[in-house]
């Protein structure tokens, strides 16, 4: 059964949840996925502010042998809260509370329970680890349904600023998380999607096949930079930063054939 709960896990990793964002926002609600994109921001920091302030075992801390090597791979980090389970909690309950369509909460609520699941049963979480992620994400998928970001004016270009100004002077050994959060806080307050999704199933698929090549093409780009680079904290955001202004902006200016700009905000 391991092989299925790992399978199961990595539907809580940064590719899946960039693919999702995207495609939500290109075919479903450009404004709606900008929201959702900056309440999964302020959740994946706050998930990273909580893990490295209290500094709590997980379940193979100890014992290397109570999960197998396999296991411990999806794992980065202290323990609570579970990051798999808070980001799945956010994402697919933020999309569940904008959507509020029946068989969206229902596939929402099997995604959100599945992953918590995975990770007690790879022994990578304690329930506690778990249970405070689903309390958490659940808050920030609220908001992601309720939140409303000024998009002009000062506070569009100063808070991305603000943030990128932290990123900056953030200490020399400051996990990688921060500036990762910061960046993808920065990026969807800054982004503004004015476009209209493909109605006809040609024009979304072309969407949807192309533009996750182009997004991909810039995550796996900077990806390659140097490691000692790429890891300083004002790289870390530019590069997050860069890559939701690419997914809300830069994919719709090239495939505006398909995503006509409405005008509208």
Known sequence: MESFWLAVTNLGRDEVFIVVLALYTWLVNPRSGRNLGVAFALSYLVNSALKFGFDLPRPFTNDPTAASAAARATAGGPGLPSGHT????????????????????????LLIVLIAYSRL?????????VIVGLLVGGLFALMAARIHVPDDGAVRWGVPALLLVVAAFLPAGTPREYGTGLGLLAGFWFARPTFTPPRDLAGRLIVAVLGLLLVFAVFFGLGALPQ??????????????????VAAEGVP???RRWMPKNGQW
């Open 121 to 129: 049963a790879l022994n990578v979480h304690y329930p506690s680890d």
């Open 86 to 109: 808070q980001m799945a909690a956010t994402l697919w309950g933020g999309i569940a509370l904008q959507v509020r369509r029946p068989g969206m909460w229902v596939a929402a609520g």
């Open 253 to 255: 200016l090239v495939l």
């Open 228 to 245: 000692s680079f790429k890891d300083i904290g004002l790289v870390r955001a530019l590069r997050y930063a860069l890559l939701v202004w």
